[in-house]
């Protein structure tokens, strides 16, 4: 099993920085590809990024690709999400997920969830 923890969100201005990170527990985390999304209010919960459990494999969301980038530690069970130039339709509840089908953007081949951390982008 894998307990996930984000942490890191935060208010900031539209253009800014944020790095959200996301705490694994379990001995079978490195075995674990990892994924992140987020769902903003009334919608529904989308892909964001995903990473390998190598690291060595990164996808992106359209919307994001060139400004978030996915990192993993694997020696430290940590794995993050830098966000830059963010914007206000970037405002969501930012989610971790674990899954052993490396690079799915789908929710039901995730098997481990967080509690999410919110992320607020003021214009």
């Known amino acids: 099993q894998v307990q996930l923890v984000e942490s890191g969100g935060g208010l900031v201005q539209a253009g800014g920085s944020l790095r959200v990170s996301c705490a694994a527990s379990?001995?079978?985390?490195?075995?674990?590809?990892m994924g992140w999304f987020r769902q903003a209010p009334g919608k529904e919960r989308g892909f964001v990024a995903a990473?390998?459990?190598?690291?060595?494999?990164?996808y992106y969301a359209d919307s994001v690709k060139g400004r978030f980038t996915i990192s993993r530690d694997n020696a430290k069970q940590l794995v993050y999400l830098e966000m830059n130039s963010l914007k206000p339709e970037d405002t969501a509840v930012y989610y971790c997920?674990?899954?052993?089908?490396?690079?799915?953007?789908?929710?039901?081949?995730?098997?481990?969830w967080g509690q999410g951390t919110q992320v607020t982008v003021s214009s």
């Open positions: 997920a674990a899954t052993r089908s490396q690079g799915s953007r789908r929710l039901s081949d995730y098997d481990y």
């Open positions: 379990g001995r079978t985390f490195g075995s674990y590809a």
């Open positions: 990473i390998s459990w190598s690291g060595f494999s990164t």
